[in-house]
Structure formats: structure tokens, C-alpha cells
T-cell receptor, first 114, second 109 residues
């Protein structure tokens, strides 16, 4: 079964600083990868999803970006953080080829922007 | 655009009760529906996955049903325990996964 690693687990950054959150997947190949954000007391917002290397679909404004340099690596970035970027960021994957499409999550990265 | 709604937003029950959590969605053309559990400050744990061709799935004390035509799913928890206290989320797959806001469940000893 697949395992999703996210780091860092927690991060405190000043407004205007850059961001890089990393996600790697083990135990599967050619997964669909997702970045979600969960703000305090709110549901999950889909930020980006990727069906393959270099293929990124965006659901949010351009303060955030995502990249997929390798099949099982997904990176969430920002050049200048805003206060509103604070939240709990979750990476997820589905294993579609020959699988059920079940979504699995990492343990999340908690970002606080001050 | 798919919208997913979960009712109630919060639920508190005494230990031992059977309970039902509800999930509704606006676009019935889904591939599957999935129920998750989230403990505070943690990631999501998959509980049950129902494919679009299925009507229900069971795992232990959990039973999830799907009525695609009416855009509804229910998660039934039998004989609830304090350890079941968590937020329960449903998500539907229309090529990307859309989540409800969740139901926060508290089971009191």
C-alpha cells in the first residue's frame, strides 16, 4: 500500500517569505497527486492536482504554485506568503491504474504566517 | 461545479448509540464516494470507498450507503464508542475530489 510523506510537519513563516512544502509517495507509481488546504474550522479546499510529471491543474489564485518534478514528488510553493495562506496543507494521492481510485492522505503540514 | 454538503455540522451522543451522518452532492455523475475520519491536527484516514456502481460498503461497525440518483450518502455507525469521536468527511470524485465541511462527532462516555 502507498505511503505519503510530507515535510515539514509544522512551519512558522513571516509575511512575504517564500514557501516550499514537499510531498513524496511510496508504494505506487503514476499516481494522481493533490494538494489541499484546510483552514481553521473549514473544509478542505482543493488547490492543485496532477495526473503526471509536469502536469498541474490549478484551482486557486496565483499566490501559490505547484510542481511535479518526479512521478512521486509533489511540491507546493509560494514566492511571497500572505497571512491568508495560514492553514493545514494536505497532500493526497489516488492510484487509478488497476486500482479503485481511493484517496490517501499524508499527515499534513501546518503553516502559520505571522 | 460539484458541491458537497454534510449534515449535521456537529453531533454529540452518549456511548452506545447508533448514529447516522449525512452527505449530499449536487452532481450525480461521480466515479466514487469516500468517507474519511480526521482526528484533531491529523491527516485524513480513509474509512470506506463506494464505487458508483455500488449501493453500500461495510467495515466493522461502519456502513456507508450511496444513492447516486438522489445525490446522497449516509454513514451509519453502530454502537458508538468514545474513540469514534472525530470529524467525519465525505468526498466525491468527478475527476477531482470534492469534500464536504465535515461532521464533528463527540461520543460521551
Amino acid at each position: 500500500s502507498q505511503t505519503i510523506h510530507q515535510w515539514p510537519a509544522t512551519l512558522v513563516q513571516p509575511v512575504g517569505s517564500p514557501l516550499s512544502l514537499e510531498c513524496t509517495v511510496e508504494g505506487t507509481s503514476n499516481p494522481n497527486l493533490y494538494w489541499y488546504r484546510q483552514a481553521a474550522g473549514r473544509g478542505l479546499q482543493l488547490l492543485f492536482y496532477s495526473v503526471g510529471i509536469g502536469q498541474i491543474s490549478s484551482e486557486v489564485p496565483q499566490n501559490l504554485s505547484a510542481s511535479r518534478p518526479q512521478d512521486r514528488q509533489f511540491i507546493l510553493s509560494s514566492k511571497k506568503l500572505l497571512l491568508s495562506d495560514s492553514g493545514f496543507y494536505l497532500c493526497a494521492c489516488t492510484r487509478l491504474a488497476g486500482g479503485t481510485g481511493e484517496l490517501f492522505f499524508g499527515e499534513g503540514s501546518r503553516l502559520t504566517v505571522l | 461545479k460539484q458541491e458537497v454538503t454534510q449534515i449535521p455540522a456537529a453531533l454529540s451522543v452518549p456511548e452506545g448509540e447508533n448514529l447516522v451522518l449525512n452527505c449530499s452532492f449536487t452532481d450525480s455523475a461521480i466515479y466514487n464516494l469516500q468517507w474519511f475520519r480526521q482526528d484533531p491536527g491529523k491527516g485524513l484516514t480513509s474509512l470506506l470507498l463506494i464505487q458508483s456502481s455500488q449501493r453500500e460498503q461495510t467495515s466493522g461497525r461502519l456502513n456507508a450507503s450511496l444513492d447516486k440518483s438522489s445525490g446522497r450518502s449516509t454513514l451509519y455507525i453502530a454502537a458508538s464508542q468514545p474513540g469514534d469521536s472525530a470529524t467525519y468527511l465525505c468526498a466525491v470524485d468527478n475527476n477531482d475530489m470534492r469534500f464536504g465541511a465535515g461532521t464533528r462527532l463527540t461520543v460521551k462516555p
